[in-house]
T-cell receptor
Framework: AQKITQTQPGMFVQEKEAVTLDCTYDTSDPSYGLFWYKQPSSGEMIFLIYQGSYDQQNATEGRYSLNFQKARKSANLVISASQLGDSAMYFCAMRSTGANSKLTFGKGITLSVRP | NAGVTQTPKFQVLKTGQSMTLQCAQDMNHEYMSWYRQDPGMGLRLIHYSVGAGITDQGEVPNGYNVSRSTTEDFPLRLLSAAPSQTSVYFC???????????FGNGTRLTVT
């Protein structure tokens, strides 16, 4: 079974600084993908970034990067140059490769950006 | 391009009532799913479908039914609402491969 763990309490970061949101996972599948989603206070789920287990390089999307450490089974999200609009709940999720594979979510981390 | 459309946005039910949450996508995605979100629990999978005519249970299927008669639509039925089903419900779909899930805007359901 797959498991995603997000244990940080509410996170705070000063505007324009970088922040790392932790995510560890557990799976016995050799091939899988890791995803991060953002949920602002308005409630929608916004896809941020994806990392495949066999990708050689860490994924980056604009100010978002994924610090993927396969041996440690961690997939931390790094947000650079935080903005007030980054204040939201962030979810880490994983899915094994395959058409029927289901996306399993962690419990989320709340990030607050201070001006 | 509308993406994933959920209706209604809000609903209040009395215990024992039934209702259907509607979900439609216009991206021709084969995979569709329903999640519920509760405080401190993240998103939990209720049911999913890998194509028209095929559905399967997720992590928390009890009290919910689904059907998939077309590629576009994936309704979620509450047969006899219970207060424990008070939650925010999300429908999502995706294409194949490594594609991410695309979510609807959610339905906030309260059962009194």
């Amino acid at each position: 079974a797959q498991k995603i763990t997000q244990t940080q309490p509410g996170m705070f970061v000063q505007e324009k600084e970088a922040v790392t949101l932790d995510c560890t996972y557990d799976t016995s599948d050799p091939s899988y993908g890791l995803f991060w989603y953002k949920q602002p206070s308005s409630g929608e789920m916004i896809f941020l970034i994806y990392q495949g287990s066999y990708d050689q390089q860490n994924a980056t999307e604009g100010r978002y990067s994924l610090n993927f450490q396969k041996a440690r089974k961690s997939a931390n999200l790094v947000i650079s140059a935080s903005q007030l609009g980054d204040s939201a709940m962030y979810f880490c999720a994983m899915r094994s490769t395959g058409a029927n594979s289901k996306l399993t979510f962690g419990k989320g981390i709340t990030l607050s950006v201070r001006p | 391009n509308a993406g994933v459309t959920q209706t209604p946005k809000f609903q209040v039910l009395k215990t024992g009532q039934s209702m259907t949450l509607q979900c439609a996508q216009d991206m021709n995605h084969e995979y569709m799913s329903w999640y519920r979100q509760d405080p401190g629990m993240g998103l939990r999978l209720i049911h999913y479908s890998v194509g028209a005519g095929i559905t399967d249970q997720g992590e928390v299927p009890n009290g919910y039914n689904v059907s998939r008669s077309t590629t576009e639509d994936f309704p979620l039925r509450l047969l006899s609402a219970a207060p424990s089903q008070t939650s925010v419900y999300f429908c999502a779909s995706r294409a194949g491969g490594d594609s991410p899930l695309h979510f609807g805007n959610g339905t906030r359901l309260t059962v009194t």
